[in-house]
């Protein structure tokens, strides 16, 4: 990618992440088109996204709940189930497993989904960005 921000020579540390920073609706957006909701979007994009849930949840080998749960193997797990958290009533008491629908459904309004959950989070509105998300998480096993 050409990046007018970075002029000849040694570019700095900010004209490169203006480089980035311009470049990454544009990688969103392939991966919208790439597969758009129910099982598409960009799982580079998604770890972004996921970059807001970080300060709450983990991902990963070392994973353990905290703030929040860890969010290994999310799909098809059921609600309220790791025993490294402790989960409000609405979720131990959910009688579902986690779909990719459900998820997206949470993800864009966790109090309407699940009213009574702990989740301090009001939403993300952006369907595209919720795609990207779940496709990041179904990288993480």
């Not at 949470?106 to 699940?114: A, D």
Request: net charge positive; with cysteine.
């Amino acid at each position: 990618m050409h990046c007018a921000f970075l002029k000849p020579g040694r570019p700095t540390w900010a004209h490169a992440a203006a480089c980035l920073l311009l470049a990454a609706p544009a990688s969103a957006a392939l991966g919208a088109e790439a597969g758009g909701a129910g099982g598409g979007g960009n799982p580079v994009a998604g770890k972004a996204v996921f970059a807001r849930c970080a300060n709450c949840h983990q991902l990963g080998p070392s994973a353990r709940g905290g703030f929040g749960p860890q969010l290994n193997g999310i799909v098809g797990r059921k609600a309220g189930s790791t025993a490294d958290f402790h989960y409000s009533d609405a979720l131990k008491n959910a009688d579902f497993a986690w779909t990719e629908e459900r998820l997206r459904a949470f993800i864009q309004s966790p109090n309407r989904t699940v009213p009574g959950n702990k989740m301090r989070f009001w939403g993300l509105g952006d369907p595209r960005q919720i795609d990207d998300l779940l496709a990041y998480l179904r990288t993480q096993r």
